[in-house]
């Protein structure tokens, strides 16, 4: 089972990134999918999440209204789009896998928002 996420870096504020997660070693199109993010010295905290199908989707409040998460089951992958930017969503994002009791976890990509 392999999560890697890719797309993190350093923007300024009020810029956009496009985050992404590519799945391999298990049945992605049946599980839903979730961003996580944590920041230095915090928990890590829920983003967004997808279900299975990509019929419904649900945010966190620091990111809904700026935030897309999509997924492409042809191509085993999540995304999450970030617009404005704020030095509040520097952190290590995380993707995340889940059915029933299994969870799988990716490494993190860095992002720092600063000027």
């Known amino acids: 089972v392999s999560l890697v996420e890719s797309g993190g870096g350093l923007v300024q504020p009020g810029g956009s990134l496009r985050l992404s997660c590519a799945a391999s070693?298990?049945?992605?199109?049946?599980?839903?999918m979730t961003w996580y993010r944590q920041a230095p010295g915090k928990e890590r905290e829920f983003v967004a999440g997808?279900?299975?199908?990509?019929?419904?989707?649900n945010y966190a409040d620091s990111v809904k209204g700026r935030s897309t998460i999509s997924r492409d089951n042809a191509k085993n992958t999540i995304y999450l789009q970030i617009n404005s930017l704020k030095p509040e969503d520097t952190a290590v994002y995380y993707c995340?896998?889940?059915?029933?009791?299994?969870?799988?976890w990716g490494q993190g990509t860095q992002v720092t928002v600063s000027s």
């Open positions: 070693g298990f049945t992605f199109r049946i599980y839903d």
């Open positions: 997808i279900t299975s199908d990509g019929g419904s989707t």
């Open positions: 995340s896998a889940r059915l029933l009791s299994y969870r799988y």
